[in-house]
């Protein structure tokens, strides 16, 4: 390991440890199925979904749940970048949600303040009912009370993607199921484009779909292909 990504790990831990942050906490009551919806390139709406699923949408899956008829999520996890990124996921992004809005909106990893976050969200168009700035160590938090792994965030795969942050999000709010679409760590792509870009943070994911599986948390897939590849149940409806 480098000196500085030593140093970094000391400095994160030790931060961490004196914080002893609390995950992000929910404004949205998470009192029915969870369905989380990320953006590979097939995904599935789930057995049984009706009005008593709550929402969750990975940045640009928007377009998914729009095809199901929804409006809007009850719930959308954005990554920082995809704000004012120039790189062509983020572009992707917010192509296609320009004019879209969600129900609570939680950015991760902002550092530019509020004001400059509601500037660059107005930008393209994209509402919300509220709006929560998600920092590292709240991120770090949810992996650790969910699946007691203290990770320092020190590179691409030894973090979880947004799509399993916010599956861990609603089993720490109590979540009864949380069913995950388009979200499979063996693909590539975004439904939203045809660039096939690389996915990060595989290892990692499959690392913590296996803990989930381990310690018996309801978690299923409504992907038959991820459900194969991931030992996850696939969802059947509610019982």
């Known amino acids: 390991m480098a000196f500085s990504d030593a140093k970094t790990r000391i400095y994160r831990r030790i ?11 929910t404004v949205v009551p998470l009192d029915g199925p969870v369905v989380v919806v990320g953006s590979a390139p097939v995904s599935h709406k789930p057995a049984g979904f009706d009005e008593g699923f709550r929402v969750v949408t990975i940045n640009g899956a928007q377009t998914v749940t729009q095809r199901w008829g929804l409006k809007a999520p009850d719930i959308t996890f954005m990554m920082f970048n995809q704000v004012r990124g120039t790189n062509t996921n983020a572009v992707e992004v917010r192509r296609v949600l320009s004019g879209q809005r969600t129900g609570a909106l939680y950015v991760l990893l902002w550092r530019d303040g509020r004001p400059s976050l509601e500037e660059g969200l107005k930008a393209f168009d994209y509402g919300y009912h509220s709006l929560t700035i998600v920092d590292r160590y709240q991120r770090m938090a949810l992996l650790d009370r969910i699946c007691g792994f203290k990770s ?10 947004n799509g399993i942050n916010a599956a861990l999000f609603a089993l720490y709010h109590g979540a009864p199921a949380v069913i ?3 979200i499979n760590p063996q693909s590539t792509g975004h439904v939203y484009n045809q660039e096939n870009l690389a996915r990060f943070h595989r290892d990692m994911d499959q690392k913590v779909l296996q803990r989930l599986r381990e310690k018996g948390y309801p978690v299923f897939t ?8 991931s030992g996850l149940p696939l969802w059947q409806g509610r019982a």
């Open 15 to 25: 931060k961490y440890n004196l914080l002893r942050p609390a995950p992000p906490a």
């Open 180 to 182: 995950l679409t388009g």
């Open 152 to 161: 320092d965030e020190l590179d691409a795969e030894s973090k979880c993607s």
């Open 222 to 229: 409504a992907d038959p292909e991820v459900a194969e590849t």
